[in-house]
């Protein structure tokens, strides 16, 4: 207890290179941080899982992927034969409507512009990615079952994301508070464009996305897309909208084990009723691994190169200032050697100060990070395939302790074993 | 070959030298001393003599290139390093010209530094090292850090850090050589008080002819042999 007491006042000897020492410790662990949140969230969603498999059917031979929307009942059965009692169902499915449109017709730019998923809002709750029982919690979970809940009552309700919402409070509302006060009621109107031209759908805002991974996102009820689409050829001289026979952009299954999945792909793969267009099924984690195949090298350089340099050059930044710390307590060891202490406890002493410092402002750093970027800017906006933004996780606080105590480690083991080196007859020979 | 049971330090034919380069240069020649148990020696002689040096031997916290040094029928010239620094912790204490005191550390912690390798509880170190304050004067000091004190209170800090672990021997370099006058006597006072009052044998290094004067016996150095024996009491 006390030669720890003796290493936290050892911290203390010079405090302004402590504090040098630890602001650099926290910059480079910040930039880790960061690299390693982006990284880890694309580890999570192309490592194929041993539970809880989700999968996407979409078109097979076309992109972007337009299937009948009819087959969104037999999807959600997993495409179970109803005379095969041997067939299986997936636990869970969710079916993705896309639609973008523009806010201005007249001036459409990317500000003005939304991507919008018509779905079933239920499973808003249990299908998407970050927004499950498990992933969103507490507060932020209540407020979004209760959007939800709104969004099943109001037909033309949606949710919203908070990018698009600060954009809606410059264009319509001409302001540019974008602290998200009271958004709920809010209409506006979207003029789909592109193959969504001649739909017209207006909106009233139910709730927000909780910030982070959906900011550039809404959601609505797919029956009114599809009441819509029923009412658009009476609106245009009873010719249906080109989307209207195919706008089933994706189904999701969620399986609960390998065996489910292989199962369904078989049952999918069999069924005659999906065969104009053709589907195919693939799990969740080869999707994104595909969608992420032209960032391969950058990503490869993130986790190889940038992390890497960062953590090399905090262990040289601390080896730099342990060594002129060792140098000028050169005496001062000596004097230790000469009460009793041993060469390792002289090391542990030295290792013990730096592995202080790191541990202390990497956990800080990883604090501070994870409290500013998720609560302050909602993620990482580090757009990469159909990912907007990535939320710091939990485990950075982890991830930063352990770099810089690491890199702490390691930067002070040559000044350590430098001071144990010390030799007390040499520092005090005068030869007298 | 007989030795006085009293002597508490044996030099036996020591040689010290070092290399500079291809050149040898010995610092001490051939040296055979003894000290007896309970004896202030004062060590006195040029710079250059070798004095530092025999005191570092006795001391262990040097080895000597040729011969043995016995301390308490201990043969130290033969110990390991790691052995050498838990024996210095328990039979030895260091007084320094320059304190050489933590400055990071409180009075009261820098007197408690050489306990903690001691395995004590805190129940002891507390009373060893209030002890060790007290006699060294210095009970209304405890908290204040080096920086906060006076050359002589940081040499009285030091003395205390010297006899906290009761040791036999106490090696002092030149522990006169930084203070003023004033301050110089006290501490050789202190010395002697210590000396009586707890019988410790003490080796003492000085250039100061005053402070020779309060050891026993005071030995003359001169390019590393000794060359004259003066008794002072």
């Known amino acids: ?432 | 070959m007989s030795h006085p049971a009293s002597a508490i330090v044996r030099v036996e034919h020591v040689h010290k030298y070092f290399r500079r380069g291809n050149e040898r240069v010995d610092v001490l020649q051939d040296l055979t001393l003894e000290v007896p148990d309970g004896q202030f020696l004062g060590l006195m002689g040029p710079s250059g003599s070798g004095k530092t040096t025999l005191l570092n031997l006795i001391a262990g916290i040097d080895t000597p290139s040729e011969g043995d040094v016995w301390v308490q029928e201990e043969r130290i010239s033969a110990m390991s390093e790691g052995r050498l620094a838990h024996w210095r912790t328990k039979h030895v204490g260091f007084i320094f010209q320059f304190y050489h005191l933590l400055p990071v550390l409180s009075a009261y912690e820098n007197v408690e530094l050489p306990l903690l390798l001691l395995g004590l509880s805190a129940a002891q170190r507390r009373q060893q090292v209030s002890t060790a304050l007290e006699l060294v004067g210095l009970s209304d000091r405890v908290r204040h850090r080096p920086g906060q004190l006076s050359g002589g209170q940081q040499q009285r800090v030091g003395i205390a850090r010297a006899i906290v672990t009761d040791p036999a021997l106490i090696v002092a370099d030149e522990p006169t050589g930084d203070l003023d006058a004033k301050s110089a006597e006290e501490i050789l006072d202190l010395m002697v008080e210590l000396r009586g009052a707890l019988k410790k044998t003490i080796l003492m290094v000085t250039h100061d002819p005053r402070a020779a004067r309060r050891a026993d016996r005071v030995l003359h150095l001169e390019k590393g042999q000794l060359v004259e024996q003066a008794a002072m009491v």
């Open chain 1, 1 to 432: 207890m006390k030669y720890l007491l003796l290493i936290y006042k050892n911290v203390g000897r010079n405090l302004l290179r402590s504090l040098l020492m630890v602001m650099g410790t926290m910059v480079l662990v910040l930039v880790v941080t960061l690299v390693w949140s982006v990284l880890a969230f694309i580890d999570k969603v192309t490592e194929e899982k041993s539970k809880d498999f989700k999968a996407i059917v979409s078109e097979r031979w076309s992109a972007p992927s337009r299937m009948p929307y009819d087959y969104a009942r037999v999807l959600a059965e997993g495409a179970a034969r109803k005379d095969h009692p041997e067939d299986i169902h997936p636990d869970d499915s969710m079916t993705w409507q896309f639609f973008v449109g523009t806010l201005d017709r007249e001036n459409m730019n990317f500000r003005n512009t939304m991507f919008g998923l018509a779905c079933d809002p239920d499973k808003l709750l249990t299908m998407m990615m970050g927004l499950e029982k498990e992933n969103l919690a507490g507060q932020q979970r209540r407020e979004f079952e209760t959007a939800v809940e709104k969004l099943k009552q109001t037909r033309n309700g949606i949710i919203i994301g908070h990018d698009h919402l600060k954009n809606l409070n410059a264009i319509i509302g001409n302001t540019r508070d974008t602290t998200l006060r009271d958004p709920i009621g809010r209409k506006f109107k979207l003029s789909g464009i592109s193959t969504f031209t001649g739909l017209d759908l207006e909106f009233e805002i139910v709730g927000v996305f909780p910030p982070g991974r959906y900011d550039n996102f809404t959601a609505f009820n797919r029956e009114y897309y599809q009441a819509a689409m029923d009412a658009y050829p009476g609106e245009h001289g009873g010719r249906q909208h080109p989307q209207a026979e195919r706008n089933l952009s994706l189904v999701w299954l969620k399986m609960p084990d390998r065996a489910s999945y292989n199962r369904i792909v078989e049952q999918i793969n069999a069924s005659s009723y999906l065969r104009n267009p053709e589907v195919k099924i693939e799990m969740a984690s080869s999707a994104f691994g595909r969608f992420l195949e032209p960032f391969r090298d950058l990503l490869a350089g993130m986790r190889w190169l940038l992390a890497p340099a960062c953590i090399v050059t905090l262990a040289l930044v601390l080896a730099n200032a342990i060594s002129i710390s060792v140098r000028e307590r050169r005496t001062e060891l000596a004097v230790m050697k000469v009460l009793g202490f041993r060469p390792l406890q002289i090391v542990l002493l030295v290792l013990g100060e730096s592995v202080l410092m790191g541990l202390v402002a990497g956990l800080v750093s990883a604090g501070v990070t994870y409290a500013v970027i998720n609560w302050g800017f909602g993620g990482v906006k580090f757009p990469i395939a159909f990912f907007d933004a990535f939320l710091i996780p939990i485990n950075a606080l982890y991830w930063g302790a352990s770099v810089g105590a690491g890199a702490a480690l390691v930067g002070s083991l040559f000044p350590a074993w430098f001071a144990c080196q010390v030799k007390p007859a040499e520092v005090f020979a005068k030869v007298g």
